[in-house]
């Protein structure tokens, strides 16, 4: 069960009015903070509030264990989120957040308390798709090894001793969420899903993102973006107007 706290630690709520119309939800990936999304504060109408979720062990609250268990994760978001859903809201999860949103939807749903208007994965494989092998736990140069392979974080930093020393209980708690997940099967959920992917992405390609379409009961749709697993970044600008779009048609009149 779901229980009620206060706790603004949890989210940066930027963009739109203070009493916006819709909340949009943003989910980090593996090793992000709520700063992933900062220029999305300014991208979108006013009727549209962006609440990014700031998890532990990161920016703010770097001083707190990270979460090594979705579960974990989902349990307490669950209680954090209540406050906020006053009004219509969406999810945008990349990667890990893309999971970690689906999962808290699922989660809201059980505990009756209503479902996103709108979920939207980015680069996220769907829950069924296991990653075998597990890396969280490899040693650290081949840990690191596998970070360089996402394309996720420049070199100078790989290659920083004092920098990788601070980054990688994040990095091994974020990637231990992602691959010691249980696969339940649930019903779809009845709200849409729009899933990004990036024409490159070796990880979570384009047929994979196509199977998150058994995961809703009603409409489905996949949107190719230029760029590898880490096209959030590198083209964020094609990116955020199809977002944009996806928000603007859940304000529209029925």
Known sequence: MCHLSHSARWFEHAGGRTEPALRLFTFPYAGGSCLAYSHWRGA????VGVSAVQLPGR?????????????????????????????????????????IAYELACRLRQERLGEPSLLMVS????PHLRWSP?????PDDEFIETLRQLNGMPDEILCNPDAMELLLPVLRADFEVCQTRECV???????????????????AGSSTLQQWRR?????FELH????????????ELDLLPLVREHLMSLLQPA
């Open 134 to 138: 597990a890396t969280y736990d490899l």
């Open 185 to 203: 099967e649930r019903p779809p959920l009845h709200c849409p899903i729009v899933a990004f992917c990036g024409d490159a992405d070796e990880h």
């Open 215 to 219: 995961y809703t009961g009603t409409r």
């Open 224 to 235: 190719l973006i230029p760029g590898d697993h880490f096209f959030i970044r590198s083209h």
């Open 123 to 126: 680069g996220t494989r769907p």
């Open 44 to 47: 979108f109408p006013e009727q």
């Open 59 to 99: 920016g703010s609250r770097i001083s707190e264990e990270p979460f090594c268990r979705l579960d974990a994760v989902v349990d307490a978001l669950c209680g954090e989120i209540l406050p906020y859903l006053d009004r219509p809201f969406a999810f945008f999860g990349h990667s890990m957040g893309g999971l």
